[in-house]
């Protein structure tokens, strides 16, 4: 039973990142979406091991071809500039499951902390994956300022929004999950 539980939840949150995926703002070089709250959640409730997969099974379903990413899919994504955000939304969902196992009371600034450390995952891979891909693959030189401009200056705005929304949810909903034993 818990085994099925646990397939249905990885599944659903890796659906929900993908629906977040869809909604976005349009800006330049790295749109805005709600795929981290998403990934975010999967990391605060389910844990770190099953949020992790659950972004793994996202990224898989992407690289098969499935049109699940802000951009398509397909395995020729991994060439794609914002490839490292996808990579970062994995090491984010363990590390804020990781910390939040480790957490015996959830409480707004403790989450706000922990969604940080989760966010600094994703823009450090996703900043590094940019700065790779246009000067390797693209072969256009651009400067680590440029990557860190339009990888975090543009969207941390939206992402800490995100944060704090998610936190909220996070401090109603973890309390309830753990009363009836969904949680630790």
Known sequence: ????????????????????????????????????????????ILGSKLGAASQIVYVIIGLAGVPVFTEGGGLNYIFKPTFGYLIGFIVAAYVIGKIREN????????????????????????????????????????????????????????????????AYISVKLVPVLRKCRYIV
């Open 1 to 44: 039973m818990r085994n099925t539980r646990n397939l249905i939840l990885v599944a659903m949150f890796a659906a929900l990142t993908a629906i977040g995926a869809f909604i976005k703002v349009p800006i330049p070089y790295v749109p805005f979406t709600l795929q981290y709250l998403f990934c975010a959640l999967a990391g605060i």
């Open 103 to 166: 957490v015996k009371e959830v409480t707004f600034i403790k989450t706000i902390l922990t969604l940080f450390a989760g966010l600094f995952f994703i823009y450090l891979f996703g900043v590094i994956y940019l700065y790779i891909s246009y000067n390797l693959y693209l072969g256009k030189n651009v400067s680590f300022s440029f990557a860190l401009y339009y990888g975090v200056v543009i969207c941390i705005a939206g992402d800490l929004v995100l944060t704090v929304i998610t």
